[in-house]
């Protein structure tokens, strides 16, 4: 099966699609509104002709092109410069497969490449695959790659590096993101050098997703092979080359000359400096110090938004807040206590104290109301209810109280002050919270470590497919953004949710497995928020993605360039 676009140069109405509604279910891409179904059927590519490497599979004459800016003037923009890019964190490793936060991600973006990416209508698009075609049983994918692409060592990039990644996401040692989505890989068959193909026992409605996820990158199998440190030291096909870093102080990349997409990247080299404290974030944007920020404190974004110099590039409901337990320590063991805590929080004050009212409560299930999958019958399950949160301690057996520890960061301000409202509501309701506050890397190991009793946590959904809840709920996921409990009734449903090419089988399916999570409570969500970018305005061709893809903006820099001051 493949998306037939017309390559006789006649436009493509909006939904008029050679491809039937059970097979659009299969590629698990219409899962939200914002998502266009012709700009992505464009992208799977058809039988017949493979597709131009700059303009995207089967792109038709209205399509935006990725990797080019649509808003921007025709003139060709300035060759050069450097690019200064203030990231919030110094990221605590380099390896693309695994997930460290998403300041490490910006500059990992800039080096790795995926079979096929995201961009900034929220569409999946080519990328190190041109062309894919998924069997009309759901069962086999088989991706076209791109020839002439060469890893920034000079080493010819085939089908041999592909399996060798997948191979290395799946193996569980390696801690990668997308361990669990891609292991329904079951078979990698290279038929030559520019064609792989993917096996599966079942359909998979979620698969193009997660390879769309940068942590789903295609490393060198020889860069593997040799036994470098991809913690250390990168090597990908991107834009730019990883030139040299001094921890803590600054990362530097230069272009990469040999980039597949003719013309870009426009700039010669990005500085990527770490600035841990915010404020001193912002205070080197508002300088020039700096020509992009990454998370603009809330508190900030009103005072760059009337700056004549900076533009505010803001993401509605683009990330949430939660608390993680770890459900191996007591009282976070105890299903009732976790429960009970539902009902202590006052979102609603979070949303103010900690984004500056830009934001909204979750009182219900994970996946968004813009998603058909999304269920609104679950909004209202823990509101606030301080008097239910005494009641469920009491039945649990807390009715005296109890101390706990709560382990935020001060690096981030929304941390630190969701983290200070929760402490207030819980010593409210008699439980003496003590507030533990380290840097994010500290953060990092200490999740990894489970050393911890519960934590704050602020992250994106990652994709817009409702299997979005695989990466928070199943038992064997890596990820800093989840605890260790495994539930076998939520795995089986997860993994009946992918395997039907049905909407409405998927829809019921996680509209259960919402429903248990809040049944078991391994964490409890508090709100979504906003996200933004501060940039210089002579910082021209910068997108940001929408929603869930706010993060996977960094992208969007292999089209950067900077205009004359």
Known sequence: MS???PNDG??????????SRRHFIGLGTGVTATVALGTLLASCGGDDSIPDTETGAGATNDTEVPGKDANESPTTPKRGGELKWALSADPPNLDPHVSTGYAARAVKMQIYNCLVRYWSDGSIYPDLAEAWHISDDGLEYTFSLRRGVVFHDGTPFTAADVEASIRRIQTPEVGALTKVPLSVIKEIVIDDDYTVRFRVDQPNAALLPYLALHESAIMSKQFLDSGADPNTTMMGTGPFKFVTREQGVRIEVERNDNYFREGLPYLDKIIFIPYPNEDTRIAALKSGEVDIAEYVPWKDMDAIEQDPDLELRVTPASSFMYLIYNVDRPPFDDVKFRRALGYSFDRN?????????RGSVITGGLIPESSWAHNPDLVGTYSY???KAKQLLSEAGYSSGVTVTLLSTSQYG???STAEVCQQNLE???IDCQLELVDWATITRRHNEKDYEFRVQGTTTNILDPDLLTTFLHSEAVNTSRDGLADEQIDQWLAEARATLSEEERKNLYHQIEQRMLEIAPFTLLCWRDD??????????????????VFYSPWSVEQVSLASS
């Open 3 to 5: 998306g037939q676009v």
């Open 385 to 387: 209810d301080p008097e």
């Open 428 to 430: 409210a309701i008699g």
């Open 10 to 19: 006649q436009e493509w109405p909006e939904g008029k699609v050679e491809l």
């Open 532 to 549: 933004g970018y501060g940039v210089r305005r002579n910082v021209v061709g910068f997108e940001v993605f929408p929603g869930a893809l």
């Open 414 to 416: 929304m941390h630190q």
């Open 349 to 357: 004050a979070i949303v103010e104290a900690a984004f500056f009212g």
